[in-house]
């Protein structure tokens, strides 16, 4: 399914592919709406993740880019899905405004979905790939119910 792919050339991490610097107004209500948690900040990701373990729910974590095509088709998607299974905590990443941060998960593509489970990878999926993203969803789901 689609993806944008990052170019390595960054002595410290990856360098993430602006194809419209003019595109990031729409960002926070494109990508950020429903149950989803637009992070802004180091900080504000520990918070979410700390909240997430305490309160027993998965982190599903996206690292997008507002440039990216697929992307966007996958957003409202993902809104869809942060309204429709509130047990889970939705998080997006901007891979440009957190590119340090993108770049310490090693995000090769966007999107990239993160499945966390007290802070640690549980699974993970590439692209915009909406019947695999509802798959791992329900996998996810499924291994909660006692």
Partial sequence: MGQCFVKRDWPMGYRFKHHNDDDDSDHNAA?????VHLITTKEHWE??????????????????ATWCGPCK???PYYCELSEAHPSLMFLTVDVDELSEFSSSWDIKATPTFFFL????????????NKPELQKKITAILDSMTP
């Fill in 47 to 64: 918070e979410k993740l700390a909240e997430a373990s305490k309160d027993g729910k998965i982190v599903i974590a996206n690292f997008s």
């Fill in 73 to 75: 088709m996958i957003a």
């Fill in 31 to 35: 990508f950020a709406s429903g149950n």
């Fill in 117 to 128: 489970r007290d802070g640690q990878q549980v699974d993970k999926l590439v692209g915009a």
